[in-house]
Nanobody, 118 residues
Framework: VRLVESGGGLVQPGGSLRLSCAAS????????MTWARETPGQGIDWVST???????YYEDSVKGRFTISRDNAKNTVYLQMNNLKPEDTAAYFC?????????????WGQGTQVTVSS
């Protein structure tokens, strides 16, 4: 499994970012894909999951602001983040898991840092 996240950066509150995760080493089109985030001292928190059949799920604090999508032809999952808030500041990671299995996943990529600050 190889996961390469990108698209993070420094953005002002209310701004937007689009994260990408390029995946390889498994059958992407068959796998649920999850975005999670980590802040220092708080461990991994689930953010969103998209299943192979297109079902999507979001953590309550990001509902209506974040949109997860996938491109099976490119083996890539995206996270469009709008109306960003300071509390969204974290390192963001993707994983080929559902929202429960993400906490047992241990083959993380390097992640991409999102910092929301004025």
């Amino acid at each position: 499994v190889r996961l390469v996240e990108s698209g993070g950066g420094l953005v002002q509150p209310g701004g937007s970012l689009r994260l990408s995760c390029a995946a390889s080493g498994f059958t992407f089109s068959d796998s649920p894909m999850t975005w999670a985030r980590e802040t220092p001292g708080q461990g991994i928190d689930w953010v969103s999951t998209i299943y192979s059949d297109g079902r999507v799920y979001y953590e309550d604090s990001v509902k209506g602001r974040f949109t997860i999508s996938r491109d099976n032809a490119k083996n890539t999952v995206y996270l469009q983040m709008n109306n960003l808030k300071p509390e969204d500041t974290a390192a963001y990671f993707c994983a080929p898991t559902d929202e429960d299995e993400v906490y047992e996943f241990d083959r993380w990529g390097q992640g991409t840092q999102v910092t929301v600050s004025s």
